[in-house]
């Protein structure tokens, strides 16, 4: 009995090892589900915009699009969640050049038109930070806003931390991803994740101030994650509680479009 028992218990060891190896090894696969769009692929909008290509410190190019305001106050430089790609992100783009602001869009590597593959963190924060340099080139820090949504709330956070934008906002953002591996996979080692995007921790290092926006009823991202990173706010930094919004389609609340507004609206350009 004894000997059957231990030969179960094995075995189960060994499966959790196994799993654990696979989570390691194959975990960008269950953080980012890129979708893939053809070089000659056209986009197709209803407001005007500019492709943009931008070549990494690897030799990858990475595709980007930049939406024109009719009368443009600055840029918001705007990092997307983990799925997709921009011929279905870019259609956001208008909730922001209402507002009189041009707007970036980045694909990642892997995403859309852009070549390459994720395989670490710092290889994100070295493509970011590249492609944010070009953007300097055409608008002053001063006129800058990073926005980061759900994924991309950890990737704006640490850009902004080394740089020095107007404003930094933030999407449904997390406390960092060791934090939401706890929430949700209790039972994997949190020393496997090879992508800690530790936006806690970087907000530490942001100078500009920081708006939060969360919904209360967000299944993938919970609430109480922008609860915690408002214990460590700065006296100008604010969290805007969306009542009833889940975890999509955000840009499309029309309580964050009139808080959006006065917020941009009430910071000097």
Not at 156 to 175: C, G, V
Request: net charge positive.
């Amino acid at each position: 009995m004894k000997k059957g028992l231990l030969k179960i218990l094995k075995m189960v060891v060994g499966l959790y090892i196994v799993l654990c190896g696979l989570l390691y090894f194959f975990q960008e696969k269950l953080i980012f589900f890129p979708q893939k769009l053809d070089k000659n692929y056209q986009f197709h909008f209803g407001q005007n915009f500019e492709e943009l290509y931008s070549k990494t410190n690897d030799g990858k190019f990475l595709n980007g699009l930049l939406f024109k305001a009719d009368h443009s106050k600055g840029l918001i430089f705007y990092l997307h969640g983990n799925a997709d790609c921009l011929s279905s992100w870019g259609e956001v783009a208008k909730t922001y050049t209402d507002l009189n602001y041009d707007i970036f869009m980045l694909d990642y590597r892997g995403f859309g038109k852009s070549e390459g593959q994720i395989s670490n963190q710092n290889q994100l924060f070295e493509d970011n930070q590249t492609v944010y340099n070009e953007l300097k080139k055409r608008y002053t820090e001063d006129k800058i806003i990073i926005l980061g949504y759900s994924i991309g709330t950890g990737l704006a956070a640490k850009l902004a931390s080394s740089n020095n934008p107007k404003m930094l906002i933030l999407q449904a953002p997390y406390y960092n991803l060791t934090d939401m591996m706890k929430q949700r996979f209790s039972f994997v080692p949190t020393f496997i994740l090879k992508y800690k995007l530790a936006t806690n921790e970087y907000l530490k290092s942001c100078k500009m101030p920081v708006v939060l926006f969360h919904g209360n009823q967000d299944e993938v991202i919970y609430y109480g994650s922008s609860l915690k990173l408002k214990e460590q706010f700065k006296p100008q930094d604010i969290l805007i509680t969306l009542n009833g919004q889940g975890h999509n389609n955000m840009s499309d609340n029309a309580e964050y479009k009139i808080e959006l507004k006065k917020i941009v609206s009430n910071r000097k350009s």
